[in-house]
């Protein structure tokens, strides 16, 4: 039988109120909805349905100040957004110690649960995917946007049957190394290989097929992307960084030769930039730069 045979109308659909066919004030149209009903002509609102579409607060605890969500948020990072269920081991609910009966049945369901989590080969492959570029992601300290981003491309490049005939942790790595050239941030490839599961050659080579096939927004790797963190792993002050940072900035606005490699790779010349200002900080004397 069709929905429409049984419900008339949908939950917020507007449509014609049969009991208020015309406005009281003005003999206008009605139109109902979700929230109220109200005449279009003259705005009068007629009925009133006080539906609170906000997020669903609770207070598991005696603390009043405590208010917690029914659960967590969808997120792409999980292979089923994060809506899976997880059966628990000592406690209940309650904090209550669980008798060992009750331990060893939910071990049985726990068992039962982990081979039931995929439903295909597909879904596996994408949960150890998603679980490369989550492990490399929070390695590298990445932000959860960008750690977002490098799962969705993972994704994304799975749609695409990308991942036929190529390791998983390949592209895992350079989904994450994507994300990072897509946002300008300062990271190498030798980093992110240095984290893998798989040489440096196959990271540059998913990266490649993952530039070509998805046509990805790459940016060239600037040199003000590493001044950040080289300040930070020397221990410079603030005014050398911002120094060194406004100085790099205008080398990539006037000279373009770091692009092309002339003035050696991005990560040298912003370790010239900081060598430079914290020599004329520091009376002459250059901190030692391990890169």
């Given at each position: 039988m069709a929905t429409r045979e049984i419900y008339g109308q949908t939950f917020d659909e507007d449509v014609s109120s049969d009991r208020t066919p015309t406005c009281a004030e003005c003999g206008g149209q009605v139109r109902t909805n979700s929230i109220e009903t109200a005449c279009e002509d003259c705005g009068l609102i007629i009925d009133e349905q006080p539906i609170d579409h906000g997020p669903d607060w609770r207070n598991p605890t005696d603390h009043a100040d405590s208010q917690k969500r029914v659960g967590p948020?969808?997120?792409?990072?999980?292979?089923?957004?994060?809506?899976?269920?997880?059966?628990?081991?000592?406690?209940?609910?309650?904090?209550?110690?669980?008798?060992?009966?009750?331990?060893?049945?939910?071990s049985r369901m726990r068992r039962e649960h982990?081979?039931?989590?995929?439903?295909?080969?597909?879904?596996?492959?994408?949960?150890?995917?998603?679980?490369?570029?989550?492990?490399?992601?929070?390695?590298?300290?990445?932000?959860?946007?960008?750690?977002?981003?490098?799962?969705?491309?993972?994704?994304?490049?799975?749609?695409?049957?990308?991942?036929?005939?190529?390791?998983?942790?390949?592209?895992?790595?350079?989904?994450?190394?994507?994300?990072?050239?897509?946002?300008?941030?300062?990271?190498t490839i030798e980093e992110i290989a240095a984290l893998a599961r798989v040489n440096q050659q196959r990271v540059m080579n998913a990266y490649k097929v993952l530039n070509?096939?998805?046509?990805?927004?790459?940016?060239?790797?600037?040199?003000?992307?590493?001044v950040?963190?080289?300040?930070?792993?020397?221990g410079v002050?603030?005014?050398?960084?911002?120094?060194?940072?406004?100085?790099?900035?205008?080398?990539?606005?006037v000279d373009k030769t770091w692009v092309s490699g002339h003035l050696g790779s991005p990560q040298r010349v912003s370790t010239r930039q900081v060598r430079n200002v914290a020599s004329c900080s520091h009376n002459g004397k250059s901190p030692m730069l391990q890169m």
């Open positions: 948020p969808r997120t792409v990072a999980r292979h089923d957004n994060g809506l899976s269920t997880e059966i628990g081991r000592w406690r209940d609910g309650n904090g209550n110690q669980l008798a060992g009966s009750k331990r060893g049945r939910l982990s081979r039931g989590r995929f439903g295909s080969k597909a879904e596996r492959n994408l949960a150890h995917g998603l679980g490369e570029v989550r492990r490399i992601a929070s390695a590298l300290g990445l932000s959860e946007s960008i750690r977002n981003q490098a799962c969705q491309l993972f994704r994304s490049a799975q749609n695409e049957d990308l991942l036929r005939g190529r390791s998983i942790e390949a592209i895992a790595a350079g989904s994450v190394y994507s994300a990072c050239r897509c946002n300008g941030i300062g990271r070509q096939e998805l046509g990805l927004p790459t940016q060239p790797i600037r040199p003000s992307g590493f950040p963190r080289l300040a930070s792993k020397l002050s603030d005014q050398v960084r911002h120094r060194a940072q406004r100085l790099a900035e205008h080398s990539e606005t």
